[in-house]
């Protein structure tokens, strides 16, 4: 008789057959028998529990296989669950919380995707919602505030369009 692999266990001193644990689980450190996998874990039919990997999780001991987060979701670090995107983040289910680009935001928790703000208004630092562009500024439809081109104006806040400046002024 001879050692049994590190993959494989005998239920008793002196056995001679080697056996292999099942889906969902792994050889225990003593190699006597087998243990589940953890909870972040799984294990499909070779008997080596693995982590789970980017956009999947698995919430209970045993998994044969993980589960993949929604968009506007990521794992949380140990792979056990999904957690939300916060606000000014968003998943498009890649599994990964991204901070929304530049002149974009995201209001509420768990966003697929970000919005665009609209006319006389752009993103504000934090990207969790929109602000109005300042005075002498302006914004089409593109989120982005602009400063009003020479000779031109704007007397208020959130405008969309500059106003040319009269003859002599």
Known sequence: CHSCPLDQYSSHSGACECLSCGAGSEVNSGQDGCQLCDPG???ADNGSCQLCQGNEFSTHSGATQCD???CGTQPNFAF???RECTR???SS???VCQLCPRNQYSSHDGACECNTCG???EANNARNGCQLCDPVQFSTNSGTCQQCPLHTFS???GSCTCHSCGSGS
């Open 41 to 43: 874990e799984f294990s």
């Open 68 to 70: 993949s987060c929604d």
């Open 93 to 95: 289910g890649n599994g």
């Open 119 to 121: 006319p006389g208004s």
């Open 88 to 90: 000014s983040f968003f």
């Open 80 to 82: 056990t669950f999904c």
């Open 155 to 157: 007397s208020h806040s």
